[in-house]
């Protein structure tokens, strides 16, 4: 009777499973996201390229109308960095599908790299942070102080 109740249980666990799945992936070998021809998501690159052209605008100081759009592409990134990771930050290990928008300041090139939860990062062509979020590391600052960060 033991036996019988473990084997409707398991059998139970595999229907539900099985139905909560959907597509198994492992029918699919090297399966990973693929963004639709027109990029992924529905969102509108002239909105995502303005978004970006402000954001960097912000960061320089300058007015988002002195910042031109170079190219912008729908990309996956191989995890929640976006392709451009701050030093010593540790992120999901998850490709994230986005937007590498290339903008022109100046004589500087800049990419902000993007989520389609509108997540970014204003990055260097290596793909460096332009704006580190810590600068400096509290070893570097010897002047005695508590080191506080400040905006």
Known sequence: MVGMKLISTSILVLALTAAC????????????AVPSPTGPGTADTAEIAEQARVELADALGLRPDEIEVGSIESVDWPDAGLGCPQPGVAYSQVVTPGWRVELLAGSSTYFVHTDLKHQSVICTERGAPAFPLLPVTPADIDDGQPWMPVD
Request: aromatic share 0%.
């Open 21 to 32: 799945a959907g597509e198994p992936l492992l029918n699919r070998p090297g399966a990973v």
